[in-house]
């Protein structure tokens, strides 16, 4: 299985961030943090080196050819989604098809289609609450990439990311009203415009 998400980012913004991270880990994102504590638990227990391999990230991302931890997967999928989410929001109303972004596709973040069942949970998404992972993906979508498309990750400030971030994910998923409804409030608007119509006419 192809585990690329680490490569698909900027290798610059990676270091950058990784760097914040060991002055001070809240500084960066709580997914971030997350990813780095994961690198570097990881590192240090697949070889006696782990100091050495925690100080070199990007080198270690480029020449992993194992599978990353399923958290850690899941981890970078809620990231991915916060971080390029609004590409592929519908925002074109003329338009049946959405945006098309490869970075956000199953395989770029490490799953597979055999792996949508899995129940899975992150603790900086839905207070960790487990579901399965194509219901994680749905919610992601609906938040970050439905009608309305939200980016705030280059926010530089952690406390108004942070805040904008417990907003966007806290409000209410838009719901579909069934055909029948539409219509018959589509059949009240009719009857109203029409009789405005006939007293204007009077």
Partial sequence: MRTSLVNAFNAGLLDENYERWQRDPASVDATWSAFFEGFELGASGKNGAGTKAATE???QAETETTELPLQTR???LVYAYRTLGHTIARLDPLSDERP??????LREL???EKDLDLIVSSRFFKGGQKMRLREMIAGLRAIYSDMIGVEFVHIQNPRVRNWIRDRVEARPLPTTTPTEDQKAVLRTLLEAESFEHFLHTR
């Fill in 74 to 76: 899941v981890e970078g």
């Fill in 57 to 59: 990230p990007r080198a």
């Fill in 110 to 112: 490490g799953f597979s």
């Fill in 100 to 105: 098309d972004q490869p970075l956000l596709s």
